[in-house]
Nanobody
Framework: QVQLVESGGGLVQPGTSLRLSCAAS????????MSWYRQAPGKERELVAT????????NYADSMKGRFTISRDNAKNTVYLQMNSLKPEDTAVYYCNLKVGVRDYWGQGTQVTVAS
């Protein structure tokens, strides 16, 4: 039943911005914290950011702190990731994540490529 669908990725130049979206369905979205992860080729999936159920608390990985902003609209069952000052090292597939107890749910991912 749980479905997470990411969108908004693409090819952009360094220093520019993108906003990713994750459309959620099949669960009580407003009750759960949500996260963004990313995975570059040959690397492990890494946590980018998390947001509490009401959106009042956020946490970021050090490399994204100050450049990325996670937000959510519970009325639209959507999580966002605003990415500013993009760097080539941000190139990765970005995934939306839901944790329910010990179980993880993932979207299909959206590709972000940062290159000149």
């Amino acid at each position: 039943q749980v479905q997470l669908v990411e969108s908004g990725g693409g090819l952009v130049q360094p220093g520019t911005s993108l906003r990713l979206s994750c459309a959620a369905s099949g669960f009580a979205f407003r009750v759960y914290p949500m996260s963004w992860y990313r995975q570059a080729p040959g690397k492990e999936r890494e946590l980018v950011a998390t947001i509490s159920s009401a959106g009042s608390s956020t946490n970021y990985a050090d490399s994204m702190k100050g450049r990325f902003t996670i937000s959510r609209d519970n009325a639209k069952n959507t999580v966002y990731l605003q990415m500013n000052s993009l760097k080539p090292e941000d190139t990765a597939v970005y995934y939306c994540n839901l944790k329910v107890g010990v179980r993880d749910y993932w979207g299909q991912g959206t590709q972000v490529t940062v290159a000149s």
